[in-house]
């Protein structure tokens, strides 16, 4: 059959049946791809807001248990008025639009349910959620192991119907208590199927793009169908590093919009109620002596203590999260407080060396910069332990800037910082995605007993 066509076919057939099939292969590798790419951000993403939920959850239940700290340690308080006054505190906590404290007994009787009133009194020891998980017991298992998470179905009151649940749990040992908070996690699985939803509509343009490619191949010559590919595969490669800075650029957006929120929302609220107890404070005061309990007074003053301590804590969070100053005054400033804080907090000096303080580095710059110090004091104050001296030299060049952070630390091993613990050597992976990101360049050289040096160098 094929001896038969005219030459012309042949050489047509010859030409195009080769090139079709590689662009069909091609299309097939770039929709698996696609998919994968997809099933790794996923993961990546639902990774990433898990954590955060967790790193929240912990926050609010420190929060929480440093509302009852004074009243539970107390032992010159009678036991059942300290646990009458720890119930009225965490019934009236609640944080968010769903965000609330629950109370169990480790015999898994419910004692404080402020959505569920109706709940209280009863015994939960073995309810199960629709999975068959028996959530109180596994509630109750973290509390007694020291804290834990737990994740099973609840229903959630905005939604009116039982949704994905992560919730945290500590025990109160010395009253037999569990307590516990939670935040609903459904907005993982939208967040996920909006990634999916995208790359579905990604893999179809790609698809449509092929056929295009395919139709244009079969007019055109090999040649140009290969000029066609080259050109795409740039294409998405030039796609891929703008969708990583898109990332990397969400992430601090939404960085700066929480620690905003946290700054002129919670704390301004939190200031708020410190001048009401001072007012109270101030009116007691002026009573006679013998008409106000030195008890409440002495109340009111804790109640101010742990406000204050809450209200630095905030603004730490806040400061960690997206400092103002990086924004508002640049990178010098900003780096000024951070090693401000972590010699007041760790006791090892910090010499800054920063030669273009006077120029404003490109922003992406400065805030690749500014977490990779973070991260590296961070590295520094959790395994340097000898430490007494942390040195940062920035300087800048007509072509690229550099950033060199070394400390007099005892150093490691770097062959062996895989091999010894999987979780060790995550911040350096961290700075090092930070650093190539921006095309540039880190190296680390560090052995025992001898310090580390860490070197950036960003090309402008």
């Not at 407080?337 to 580095?361: A, H, M, P, Y």
């Not at 070394?406 to 062959?415: E, L, V």
Request: aromatic content about 6%; proline content about 3%; glycine content about 6%.
């Amino acid at each position: 059959m094929f001896s038969l066509l005219p030459y012309k076919t042949k050489i047509a057939l010859l030409t195009l049946v080769p090139l079709i099939i590689a662009i069909t292969i091609i299309s097939l590798v770039t929709l698996q791809q696609t998919r994968q790419l997809t099933k790794t951000q996923a993961e990546a993403f639902e990774k990433e807001l898990l954590a955060s939920k967790k790193a929240e959850l912990r926050n609010y239940m420190e929060l929480g248990y440093s509302a009852i700290k004074n009243i539970y340690e107390n032992p010159d308080i009678d036991k059942k008025l300290a646990q009458k006054k720890v119930y009225t505190i965490l019934k009236s906590m609640e944080f968010g639009e769903d965000g609330y404290f629950f109370v169990y007994d480790y015999n898994g009787i419910n004692i404080a349910h402020p959505r569920k009133p109706q709940l209280e009194g009863k015994n939960l020891f073995n309810f199960q959620d629709q999975n068959g998980k028996f959530l109180i017991r596994e509630l109750i298992k973290k509390a007694r192991q020291g804290g834990g998470y737990t994740r099973y179905l609840w229903d959630k009151p905005s939604a009116g119907k039982p949704v994905e649940k992560l919730s945290y749990s500590i025990g109160l040992d010395k009253w037999q208590w569990m307590i516990g908070t939670g935040l609903y996690i459904d907005d993982i699985e939208s967040g996920v199927a909006g990634i999916n939803a995208k790359a579905k509509i990604i893999s179809a343009n790609t698809l449509l793009l092929t056929a295009i490619i395919a139709i244009a191949a079969t007019l055109l010559t090999a040649l140009s169908g290969f000029l066609i590919n080259l050109s795409e595969s740039k294409l998405a490669t030039k796609k891929m590093r703008d969708l990583t800075h898109k990332t990397v650029n969400f992430q601090e957006d939404e960085r700066k919009r929480v620690s905003r929120e946290l700054h002129d929302g919670i704390n301004q609220l939190l200031v708020s109620v410190s001048y009401k107890l001072d007012s109270i404070n101030n009116k007691l005061q002026k009573q006679q002596s013998n008409k106000v309990p030195q008890s409440l007074l002495q109340s009111i003053n804790d109640a101010q203590e742990i406000l204050n301590s809450t209200m630095q804590e905030v603004r730490r969070i806040s400061r960690d999260l997206r400092p103002s100053l990086l924004d508002d005054l640049g990178l010098n400033a900003a780096l000024e407080s951070l090693c401000n804080d972590f010699s007041e907090r760790t006791g090892i000096k910090v010499e800054i060396s920063n030669k273009c303080q006077n120029d404003r580095l490109p922003q992406e710059i400065e805030t690749a910069f500014y977490r990779i110090i973070q991260e590296a004091l961070t590295n520094i104050e959790k395994h340097a332990l000898s430490a007494k001296h942390v040195i940062l030299k920035i300087e800048k060049s007509s072509k690229k800037v550099t950033l060199n952070i070394s400390n007099d630390g005892i150093g490691f091993d770097k062959s062996t910082l895989d091999r010894t613990n999987p979780d060790r050597g995550l911040g350096l992976k961290n700075m090092r995605d930070r650093t190539e990101l921006l095309e540039g360049v880190m190296t680390v050289v560090s052995s025992p007993d001898k310090g580390t040096s860490v070197n950036v160098k960003i090309p402008l």
